[in-house]
C-alpha cells in the first residue's frame, strides 16, 4: 500500500516505521514465550526436588538456581 503516492522518500520512511513497530511487536512475544518457558522450566525443577517455585526464585543468585539443578546443592533446606 502506497500512503504518499508521489512521494518515495515519505513512502519509505512510513515502510521502514511500519516495519520497525513489526519487528518490536514480535521482539515482544518472543520475550513472553521465553519467560513462560524458563518459569516452566523451573517449576519443573520444583516439582522435582518436592518444593515450590517460589523457594527456587527467592534463592539469593542464579548461581544457587544452577547448583540445585545439577544437584550439588543441599536440596533439602527447599523441602516444603
Given amino acids: 500500500m502506497t500512503y504518499t503516492p508521489n ?3 515519505m513512502t519509505g520512511w512510513i515502510d521502514q516505521h511500519i516495519y520497525a513497530r513489526v ?8 520475550k513472553t514465550r ?7 522450566g523451573l517449576t519443573k525443577l520444583a516439582n ?21 539443578i545439577k544437584g550439588k546443592s543441599p536440596v533439602t533446606s527447599l523441602k516444603d
Fill in 48 to 68: 522435582k526436588h518436592y518444593t515450590s517455585l517460589e523457594k527456587i526464585l527467592a534463592l539469593d543468585i542464579p548461581e544457587d538456581v544452577e547448583k540445585v
Fill in 23 to 30: 519487528q518490536n511487536s514480535n521482539c515482544h512475544h518472543i
Fill in 7 to 9: 512521494d518515495d522518500e
Fill in 34 to 40: 521465553g519467560q513462560w518457558m524458563i518459569k516452566a
